[in-house]
């Protein structure tokens, strides 16, 4: 059915149509009455047979959706999606204003309205971008200035959507630009039939700038054949040629944005914005003084500033104080340390985020592996998903030279990783590479962008490094998602959240038998199932490490599985082999801060107490970010007896998180050993109130009730203990200790032997722990080491 070429005065759904208003390839506008809101819309009526059936039109509506979540002040909202009579249309707000087209023909416009214009349509790109979503047909057109001068951006995605389904391949150039762009307007990438991304509309926003500055566009051939042609290979002319008064800073950022290769143009929306702000931003004008009377006073400034401006110059050269040796000399700084931001999705597909996650997940560690240079860890990096700071900023707070930024999208079996690499302390460029493979050779990939990334900031790979990073093999991409979905929810550290991730790791563990990262994703879910008291101890214990040691049989440099397999062992009391295992994952991956981490706790366990303060404070430098690392640098210094720094490390923890229940239940115990009676109390409660790991924190409450002389209170809380025993499992090892505090030695020992039948992951920690100091001597706490395998001791941790 053909559309009405004039449909004024007709209904279409509850839109009562007004006017005409344009026209263009994506279909017809009308201004329309909202007769249930009673507000005037734009009602965009489709092409007809654009969608070509109803399977289209249920795809179309799920993207009109996700636009419609849309909420920036630069874009026309999108409001409605709906069919009538074979008619599709979509209503959206709305705009009061002319479009930029119309503006441009009527009147020159002045290079401080163009940055102002050109900022606004960079944060709209900079919003929608970050949401995975491209224009792919920005042009004047589809841009509206309203009469306040606010710019808003029409029909975003929508190019995409409407030729989704176009197969026809005897289609003209003419049509197929009609249909999934605008010529004069579109990228080179595109023109080429190749895979455009957000950087396409880069270049479209440049072609924008372009006609708004000098008032042509870039190739203004008008035979649509040879116009592609100037696009893919023919510079554009110098808009200072066209324009003779235009300042050169906006040149430059025209040009840069029309470059031929999509890395060599801005690699973020936000890097336009911040150079047309830059260059827009007004300088203070001095005040006027006689000529003479300047020119003496120049004289005596330029004479003493030269003094000291040599001096100064001097010094700071000397001591290289930041960095100047290396900039005077024409050298880039060193780059030792080096963040990655989380990738954004660009999948188009929200559901696809767990990719992005993986993808930027595997490129920290592959980036780990390079012992020179520290690689921010993942908890860390992943705090600045979808953050509005600077790149400079984040690299403060991190405390790294260098950012590395990018996207990842996904099309069926191919993957496409664009990355720039950032200087944090002048927001500079050094590095820009796209990479498009399939997904089979997803770790090569990840591998070749750490050796790009290595080789831009100059580190030197020693052999053992570089046969690391080289050492991938095809994976089955089936079982590669699967994995990631595992990673993307484990990493959600709850019940429920692990639960999925075992179920994930199990179905690409079915798909690919021989997949060893999903075994050790396996093994690290049972370890924490067991910490959750959602398995029994001796269950969790036995999965765990037959997950651990399936991984390392068929990959024995896979870091992860070492980890985990050293931690299970340490928890479950089987000491053999442990620091081994630790000390070997370390080693594959030196950046690894999980296996510090884990590392420091155990040396902390076995009374090595400044080897583990060295170790959890290098976990706390390649994962400054980590709660529970921040943590356990307060539990580290509370084994060792340092309870005063304990106590502020802890509340340092608690600033990152007012909410993180770990921090809350190690400070209580630490007010305990200080005395602090009703502080740790308090704490403890605190800490109960936000965790559902109850059992623990109860047994811990009723300790420190026993220690303040609140005996009743604390019987209270062993009877509810006893009382919720006899329904589901609850550590004996927490109801030993409310009768360590109670002190009842008999009942004490009689939980703790069952604990040690059970193999209580607590009990690992029982040689150094300061609530049992009071039972060292005692012969059945001695025999009770020797059964556990841990040597005698007559007090705490030592040096």
Same mark, same amino acid.
């Given at each position: 059915m053909s559309v009405p070429s004039h449909l004024a005065g007709q209904k279409l759904g509850h839109y009562r149509i007004l006017a005409q208003i344009g026209a263009g390839g994506m279909g017809v506008v009308y201004r329309a009455r909202d007769e249930r809101l009673y507000r005037d819309v734009a009602l965009k009526v489709l092409p007809p047979r654009a969608l070509a059936d109803e399977n289209a039109r249920k795809r179309f509506r799920k993207e009109a959706l996700n636009l419609s979540k849309l909420s920036d002040p630069n874009i026309a909202h999108v409001y409605d999606f709906d069919t009538q009579n074979g008619i599709d249309f979509l209503v959206m707000e709305y705009v009061d204003g002319v479009t930029l087209a119309e503006k441009i023909a009527k009147v020159a416009l002045h290079e401080?309205?163009?940055?102002?214009?050109?900022?606004?349509?960079?944060?709209?790109?900079?919003?929608?971008?970050?949401?995975?979503?491209?224009?792919?047909?920005?042009?004047?057109?589809?841009?509206?200035?309203?009469?306040?001068? *606010?710019?808003?951006?029409?029909?975003?995605?929508? !190019?995409?959507?409407?030729? !989704?389904?176009e197969t026809d391949a005897t289609e003209s150039i003419t049509e197929m630009h009609q249909a999934a762009g605008t010529l004069p307007y579109m990228a080179p990438e595109q023109l080429l039939g190749a895979w455009s991304d957000f950087r396409s509309d880069i270049y479209a926003a440049g072609a924008v700038l372009y006609e708004m500055a000098t008032g042509h566009r870039p190739f203004e051939t008008k035979l649509s054949t040879a116009l592609a042609d100037e696009i893919i290979h023919g510079p554009p002319a110098s808009p200072r040629q066209v324009k003779p008064d235009l300042s050169t800073g906006l040149e430059y950022i025209?040009?840069?944005?029309?470059?031929?290769?999509?890395?060599?143009?801005?690699?973020?929306?936000?890097?336009?914005?911040?150079?047309?702000?830059?260059?827009?931003?007004?300088?203070? &004008?001095?005040?006027a003084m006689p000529a003479a009377r300047a020119r003496t006073r120049l004289r005596r400034i330029v004479t003493a500033t030269g003094i000291i401006v040599v001096s100064v110059l001097a010094l700071l050269f000397g001591l290289n104080v930041g960095r100047w040796r290396e900039r005077g000399l024409g050298r880039r700084p060193s780059i030792h340390s080096i963040a990655v931001l989380p990738l954004v999705n660009f999948s188009l597909d929200p559901e696809q985020e767990y990719f992005a996650d993986?993808?930027?997940?595997? $490129?920290?560690?592959?980036?780990?592996?390079?012992? !020179?240079?520290?690689?921010?860890?993942?908890?860390?990096?992943?705090?600045?998903k979808k953050a509005h700071k600077s790149l400079p900023k984040i690299a403060e707070e991190l405390n790294v030279d260098a950012v590395v930024e990018g996207t990842v999208a996904r099309s069926g079996h191919r993957v496409r990783i664009t990355a720039q690499l950032i200087q944090a302390e002048n927001d500079k460029n050094l590095w820009a590479q796209s990479y498009d493979r399939d997904l089979r050779d997803v770790l090569a990939l990840q591998s070749e962008v750490a050796q790009s990334i290595a080789h831009a900031i100059q580190i030197t790979l020693t052999p053992q490094e570089q046969a690391r990073l080289e050492d991938?093999?095809?994976?089955?991409?089936?079982?590669?998602?699967?994995?990631?979905?595992?990673?993307?929810?484990?990493?959600?550290?709850?019940?429920?959240?692990? *639960?999925?991730? $075992?179920?994930?790791? *199990?179905?690409?563990?079915?798909?690919?038998?021989?997949?060893?990262?999903?075994?050790?994703?396996? &093994?690290?879910?049972y370890d924490l199932l067991g910490t959750y008291r959602v398995l029994p101890p001796k269950e969790a214990l036995q999965k765990a490490k037959t997950a651990a040691i399936r991984a390392l049989e068929l990959d024995d440099k896979?870091?992860? &599985?070492?980890?985990?397999?050293a931690a299970i062992k340490f928890l479950?009391?089987?000491?053999?082999?442990?620091?081994?295992?630790?000390?070997?994952?370390?080693?594959?991956?030196?950046?690894?801060?999980?296996?510090?981490?884990?590392?420091?706790?155990?040396?902390? !366990?076995? &009374?090595?107490? *400044?080897?583990a303060l060295a170790e959890i404070k290098l976990a706390q430098r390649l994962d400054p970010l980590s709660l529970i690392i921040n943590a356990n640098v307060g539990w580290c210094l509370y084994l060792g007896r340092d309870y005063d720094q304990a106590i502020e490390q802890l509340q340092k923890a608690l600033e990152l998180d007012p909410n993180f229940p770990a921090a809350y239940e190690y400070l209580g115990q630490a007010y305990l050993e200080k005395g602090m009676y009703e502080e740790a109390i308090a704490t403890l409660r605190k800490a109960m109130s936000l965790s559902r790991n109850e059992a623990s924190l109860k047994s811990e409450l009723g300790n420190a009730y026993a220690a303040a002389g609140k005996k009743e209170a604390a019987i209270q809380i062993l009877h509810d203990l006893l009382v919720q025993s006899s329904r589901t499992y609850v550590s004996p090892y927490d109801i030993a200790f409310v009768y360590a505090g109670l002190g009842d030695k008999d009942k004490l020992f009689q939980w703790l032997n069952k604990a040690a039948e059970d193999r209580s992951t607590a009990l690992a920690e029982i040689k150094v722990h300061p609530r049992f100091d009071k039972l060292r001597k005692d012969p059945r706490f001695q025999d009770l080491l020797r059964r556990l395998g841990l040597p005698e001791t007559d007090g705490g941790p030592q040096s």
């Amino acid at each position: 059915m053909s559309v009405p070429s004039h449909l004024a005065g007709q209904k279409l759904g509850h839109y009562r149509i007004l006017a005409q208003i344009g026209a263009g390839g994506m279909g017809v506008v009308y201004r329309a009455r909202d007769e249930r809101l009673y507000r005037d819309v734009a009602l965009k009526v489709l092409p007809p047979r654009a969608l070509a059936d109803e399977n289209a039109r249920k795809r179309f509506r799920k993207e009109a959706l996700n636009l419609s979540k849309l909420s920036d002040p630069n874009i026309a909202h999108v409001y409605d999606f709906d069919t009538q009579n074979g008619i599709d249309f979509l209503v959206m707000e709305y705009v009061d204003g002319v479009t930029l087209a119309e503006k441009i023909a009527k009147v020159a416009l002045h290079e401080n309205e163009v940055l102002s214009l050109g900022e606004q349509i960079a944060r709209a790109l900079e919003d929608v971008h970050e949401r995975g979503i491209v224009h792919r047909d920005l042009k004047p057109g589809n841009i509206m200035v309203t009469t306040k001068g *606010q710019v808003k951006l029409l029909d975003f995605g929508l !190019a995409r959507l409407l030729t !989704a389904n176009e197969t026809d391949a005897t289609e003209s150039i003419t049509e197929m630009h009609q249909a999934a762009g605008t010529l004069p307007y579109m990228a080179p990438e595109q023109l080429l039939g190749a895979w455009s991304d957000f950087r396409s509309d880069i270049y479209a926003a440049g072609a924008v700038l372009y006609e708004m500055a000098t008032g042509h566009r870039p190739f203004e051939t008008k035979l649509s054949t040879a116009l592609a042609d100037e696009i893919i290979h023919g510079p554009p002319a110098s808009p200072r040629q066209v324009k003779p008064d235009l300042s050169t800073g906006l040149e430059y950022i025209i040009l840069k944005c029309l470059e031929k290769e999509p890395g060599n143009r801005y690699q973020s929306a936000r890097d336009l914005d911040v150079d047309l702000r830059r260059l827009r931003t007004p300088t203070t &004008a001095p005040v006027a003084m006689p000529a003479a009377r300047a020119r003496t006073r120049l004289r005596r400034i330029v004479t003493a500033t030269g003094i000291i401006v040599v001096s100064v110059l001097a010094l700071l050269f000397g001591l290289n104080v930041g960095r100047w040796r290396e900039r005077g000399l024409g050298r880039r700084p060193s780059i030792h340390s080096i963040a990655v931001l989380p990738l954004v999705n660009f999948s188009l597909d929200p559901e696809q985020e767990y990719f992005a996650d993986g993808m930027t997940e595997e $490129l920290i560690s592959d980036l780990a592996k390079i012992r !020179a240079l520290r690689v921010i860890s993942r908890t860390s990096a992943m705090q600045y998903k979808k953050a509005h700071k600077s790149l400079p900023k984040i690299a403060e707070e991190l405390n790294v030279d260098a950012v590395v930024e990018g996207t990842v999208a996904r099309s069926g079996h191919r993957v496409r990783i664009t990355a720039q690499l950032i200087q944090a302390e002048n927001d500079k460029n050094l590095w820009a590479q796209s990479y498009d493979r399939d997904l089979r050779d997803v770790l090569a990939l990840q591998s070749e962008v750490a050796q790009s990334i290595a080789h831009a900031i100059q580190i030197t790979l020693t052999p053992q490094e570089q046969a690391r990073l080289e050492d991938t093999r095809p994976v089955n991409p089936e079982a590669h998602e699967a994995y990631l979905k595992g990673r993307y929810y484990w990493n959600k550290r709850t019940p429920e959240g692990v *639960q999925k991730g $075992l179920e994930y790791f *199990q179905q690409a563990i079915h798909t690919d038998p021989a997949y060893a990262p999903a075994y050790a994703g396996l &093994a690290d879910c049972y370890d924490l199932l067991g910490t959750y008291r959602v398995l029994p101890p001796k269950e969790a214990l036995q999965k765990a490490k037959t997950a651990a040691i399936r991984a390392l049989e068929l990959d024995d440099k896979l870091a992860e &599985a070492h980890a985990s397999l050293a931690a299970i062992k340490f928890l479950y009391l089987e000491w053999d082999g442990v620091e081994k295992e630790f000390q070997r994952a370390i080693e594959v991956d030196p950046g690894y801060a999980t296996a510090h981490h884990w590392y420091a706790l155990f040396l902390a !366990a076995t &009374a090595r107490n *400044q080897e583990a303060l060295a170790e959890i404070k290098l976990a706390q430098r390649l994962d400054p970010l980590s709660l529970i690392i921040n943590a356990n640098v307060g539990w580290c210094l509370y084994l060792g007896r340092d309870y005063d720094q304990a106590i502020e490390q802890l509340q340092k923890a608690l600033e990152l998180d007012p909410n993180f229940p770990a921090a809350y239940e190690y400070l209580g115990q630490a007010y305990l050993e200080k005395g602090m009676y009703e502080e740790a109390i308090a704490t403890l409660r605190k800490a109960m109130s936000l965790s559902r790991n109850e059992a623990s924190l109860k047994s811990e409450l009723g300790n420190a009730y026993a220690a303040a002389g609140k005996k009743e209170a604390a019987i209270q809380i062993l009877h509810d203990l006893l009382v919720q025993s006899s329904r589901t499992y609850v550590s004996p090892y927490d109801i030993a200790f409310v009768y360590a505090g109670l002190g009842d030695k008999d009942k004490l020992f009689q939980w703790l032997n069952k604990a040690a039948e059970d193999r209580s992951t607590a009990l690992a920690e029982i040689k150094v722990h300061p609530r049992f100091d009071k039972l060292r001597k005692d012969p059945r706490f001695q025999d009770l080491l020797r059964r556990l395998g841990l040597p005698e001791t007559d007090g705490g941790p030592q040096s």
